[in-house]
């Protein structure tokens, strides 16, 4: 059963800290999606990436936002330094990047920040 | 700039009391509309992808329809546990999926 996997599933952390978030996607994926849901927003997208290279990372705040995929079976987003209002779930997606492709969720990262 | 909106935001139904869901949206070049569920503490589930006007597909008793400017999921003799937040998605030229805020389902028995 192919599934993406994210880890950690929760994550509480105080303000200033540093936070990695990690995501497996499905063997044989080649893009890599990186969401984040809220109650106010819903989900938006931050970053995406094919064949491990950044395609759009437009929706990312990008003085403390990072994505980056270290191989193909890893990608990573890190918050430096994190604050409360990046409180949030935190969602991997995969797909296989042929033309309309639908994607494939993990279960998410849940983070609080204090 | 791609918008998504759906109503109602939140729906409750018996058991068996049939519905609709409405996904409206505004998308340049309109590649492919993407219905998903997520159930609580879930990432969301694909369900469905509709390509083009007047397309329809069905799972169990879901079946989702396809126009120039909205999507419907019919939900029909729903179930407990078809409870859920449905949301949908549209993916214009960008490559990008843009979300409505979903609707979320309560199917009471």
């Known amino acids: 059963d192919a599934r993406v996997t994210q880890t950690p599933r929760h994550k509480v952390t105080e303000m200033g800290q540093e936070v990695t978030m990690r995501c497996q996607p499905i063997?044989?994926?080649?893009?890599v999606f990186w969401y984040r849901q809220t109650m106010m927003q819903g989900l938006e997208l931050l970053a995406y990436?094919?064949?491990?290279?950044?395609?759009?990372d437009s929706g990312m705040p990008k003085d403390r936002f990072s994505a980056e995929m270290p191989d193909a079976t890893l990608a990573t987003l890190k918050i430096q330094p994190s604050e409360p209002r990046d409180s949030a779930v935190y969602f991997c997606?995969?797909?296989?990047?042929?033309?309309?492709?639908?994607?494939?969720f993990g279960p998410g990262t849940r983070l609080t920040v204090t | 700039e791609d918008q998504v909106t759906q109503s109602p935001e939140a729906l409750r139904l018996q058991e068996g009391e049939s519905s609709s869901l409405n996904c409206s949206y505004t998308?340049?070049?309109?590649?492919?509309l993407f219905w998903y569920r997520q159930d609580p503490g879930k990432g969301p589930e694909f369900l469905f992808t509709?390509?083009?006007a007047g397309e329809e597909k069905e799972k169990e008793r879901l079946k989702a329809t396809l126009t120039k400017k909205e999507s419907f999921l019919h939900i029909t003799a729903p179930k407990p546990e078809d409870s859920a937040t449905y949301l949908c998605?549209?993916?214009?030229?960008?490559?990008?999926?843009?979300f409505g805020k979903g609707t979320k389902l309560t199917v009471n028995p």
């Open positions: 990436f094919r064949n491990r290279a950044p395609l759009d």
């Open positions: 063997l044989g994926h080649n893009t």
């Open positions: 509709l390509y083009s």
């Open positions: 997606a995969s797909g296989d990047g042929t033309g309309i492709h639908e994607q494939y």
């Open positions: 998605a549209a993916e214009g030229g960008s490559e990008k999926l843009v």
């Open positions: 998308v340049s070049g309109l590649r492919g």
